[in-house]
């Protein structure tokens, strides 16, 4: 083919030897196409956050995901009542009015149930990605799902604690144990409505092969489910001084609800049954149940309770093994942090989830043998050699669950989901 020589280029052609001159309106559907093609390949992700972005607890989860999943071409916008803090480069949309967001949110949960999901449809709408997707966190609507799949949007849910029927079974038996009425608020109800919810998500996040196993009990299909697990992030143990001056023998720590479902009444018992000198130390809200049930066991000179710690660092700084005899979890954020800090773990199966191997990091045990948990705490306490042991293993293990590998984990399972991964 012969290209004829131009006296001067025309703005917007091509005049490389060899390529045929194009017409500026050629190179604008060209361009145009192109960036059809970007925008196809473009992911924006709508998470549903009913509570509130606080720094601590299921909001910190998922605010610290959110910001590790956003990047080029994968944007993500959390709809939520307010939060503390900017997430760049995620978008933020706060669903309370300015005056809201400084009122105790008790006062406006009820509001907020009525507002924020029609506000994320919106946001849902005005999304110019390929493919948009929503995700999911606790106690959306079955309303709104069933919105979302009319719209062909893909639903990701996130199963942060088991499924709620069988929840209810573990929990409901552990009172018992006590001699108490159950106190977990779980409805058969909740359980029909979570059932329900849970048939009509594509897709479901599972921190633990306990939560899948949970689901698979309560009739989900495994072809649902998303292998993932949780992190954490190194600066927020980031410091030197320790909470509590050195004392004779082992401090052992528990962080968290002081409560019947994290196991609390088990390990004050198994404490005190193994005569190990040192403390026990319990950061966390207390259930009312524990502190009836286990007033002597909590009176004991070498027990001693926080209410609340803003630096848990601190208390991990003073500690020398981390005890969390949990019941019913989904992938114990607290779990991830003792590792990071160095610490040796005994805790449960569920309290384990993908992260703790038993015999590497700590110990898994079932919350029940009372005898193995004794010895546990007892061979830990005496042997300062297998605690340096399991402590190097926790701290290298935990640097595999850093909150910015574990989101871009979560990021590339939405894509291959949405057929982007390939």
Known sequence: MIVKPMDSPKAGQDVRPGVLAEE??????????????????????GVLMPLPLNG????????????????????????TPRAQLALPPVQLVEVLPDWARYV???LVRR???????????????????GRPAAYLWPDASLETIQHLKRRGVAVFREQFNCHTGTAKRILDHAYERLGVAPAHGITSAKVDRETQVLEAVDHVFCPSPLVEASLLENGVPRSKFLNASYGWEPARLVGKPPLLEPSAGVTVVFVGAICVRKGAHLLLDYWAQSGVKGRLVLAGEMEPTIREKCASLLARDDVIVFDYL?????????????????????SPLVMYEACGAGLPVVTTE???????????EGFVLDPYDAARWVE???LLAGDLKLRRTMSEAAAGRAERFIWADVASQR???????????L
């Open 104 to 106: 105790p949110y008790r």
């Open 24 to 45: 500026p309106a050629c190179a604008h559907r060209r361009q145009d196409r192109a960036f059809e093609r970007a925008v196809a390949k473009s992911i924006s992700l």
């Open 411 to 421: 990021r590339q399972q939405i894509k291959e989901c949405l057929g982007h991964g």
């Open 310 to 330: 803003k630096d848990v660092g601190a208390l991990y700084r003073s500690a020398d093994l981390f005890m969390f005899p949990s019941l019913e979890e989904g």
């Open 111 to 129: 509001w907020v149930g009525r507002t924020i999901e029609r506000v994320f449809l919106s946001c849902i709408d005005q999304f110019e990605s």
């Open 376 to 378: 546990a705490i007892r």
């Open 350 to 360: 569920m309290g384990a989830g993908r992260f703790v191997r038993d015999g590497h």
């Open 56 to 79: 601590m607890g299921v909001g910190y989860t998922c605010s610290s995901l959110a910001k590790g999943m956003a990047s080029e071409n994968f944007d993500v916008t959390i709809v």
